[in-house]
């Protein structure tokens, strides 16, 4: 496993972060020009200082990939969007204005028929990938005496045989 060098840099305040080497460590990283969080600011400060925000508009990219932060220049997370925005539901048979970091789930019940061909869907804002039925089969098997207890499936009754084998251990003195 390699290691990292650690000797004190030339600023004394810090230590290197290489990987182990030869010869001498280099200059402190925080020593050069280094930019504010939001990057349209540079700082030549000592290697102890933090960079100052600027003060300007954030800008960067926020989760939905859309919309830019508004904050004013900023340590950390930018947050979620908070853009309002006219947005589908994922059954897309309703809209409405709300955020757009906000996920948007109509009260509409699916009423299709789930993969099993004999229960419906009934789950809120479907956008027609049913999942797969939940309930057991319960239908008659071949024998007439029992029921199917797989989960529901279309066709017929599916057949499980179940072998099991008894070992028993005979030791001989």
Avoid: W
């Avoid at 840099?9 to 020593?31: A, I, K, M, Q």
């Avoid at 400060?45 to 830019?68: E, I, Q, R, W």
Wanted: glycine share 10%.
């Amino acid at each position: 496993m390699l290691q990292v060098c650690g000797k004190k840099l030339s600023c004394g305040h810090h230590y290197c972060e290489e990987v182990c080497h030869t010869g001498v460590c280099g200059d402190c990283p925080r020593g050069r020009p280094r930019a504010c969080p939001c990057t349209k600011t540079t700082h030549s400060l000592s290697c102890t200082a933090d960079v100052p925000t600027c003060g300007d508009t954030c800008g960067k990219k926020l989760s939905c990939g859309v919309h830019k932060c508004m904050r004013l220049c900023h340590y950390g997370d930018c947050g979620h969007c908070i853009q309002r925005i006219t947005k589908s539901c994922r059954c897309k048979k309703k809209t409405k204005e709300i955020t757009c970091g906000t996920e948007f789930l109509c009260e509409a019940k699916c009423t299709n028929t789930r993969q099993c061909g004999r229960h419906p869907c009934k789950r809120k804002c479907c956008d027609g990938q049913c999942p797969l039925c939940e309930q057991s089969c319960g239908r008659t098997l071949v024998c007439g005496h029992h029921k199917c207890s797989a989960p529901c499936h279309p066709g017929n009754a599916i057949i499980i045989v179940l072998i099991t084998i008894t070992v028993i251990a005979i030791h001989v003195h």
